[in-house]
């Protein structure tokens, strides 16, 4: 499956922003999409994912309450929802999709980035 992300820009603290991901085809029940970022000079870290039938979501501590995952099940886009931004959500972002949900960290299909800038 091919991935494509797309929605960052420049926003202020507080602000909001939504990024999509357009996948190629349709994921399976219990295919994994998440989200993942690399701000300048760290790794990437994870972001949140959720599985397709929406069995499972997880968060990562960091965003958790402000970010939110949701899809679009006839568009077969992702969505990452970020309010409340902080400077430090400065970053690149991916999307990123897996058949198994264990596996989701090292995902085998990837998006390009899309960057995300918050300014104070």
């Known amino acids: 499956v091919q991935l494509q992300a797309s929605g960052g820009g420049l926003v202020q603290v507080g602000g909001s922003l939504r990024l999509s991901c357009a996948a190629s085809?349709?994921?399976?029940?219990?295919?994994?999409m998440g989200w993942f970022r690399q701000a300048p000079g760290k790794e990437r870290e994870f972001v949140a994912a959720f599985r397709w039938d929406g069995g499972i979501s997880y968060y990562a501590d960091s965003v958790k309450g402000r970010f939110t995952i949701s899809k679009d099940n006839a568009q077969t886009t992702v969505y990452l929802q970020m309010n409340s931004l902080r400077p430090e959500d400065t970053a690149v972002y991916y999307c990123?999709?897996?058949?198994?949900?264990?596996?989701?960290?090292?995902?085998?299909?990837w998006g390009q980035g899309t960057l995300v800038t918050v300014s104070s």
């Open positions: 990123a999709a897996d058949p198994f949900w264990s596996h989701i960290m090292r995902a085998d299909y």
């Open positions: 085809r349709r994921p399976g029940g219990r295919f994994v």
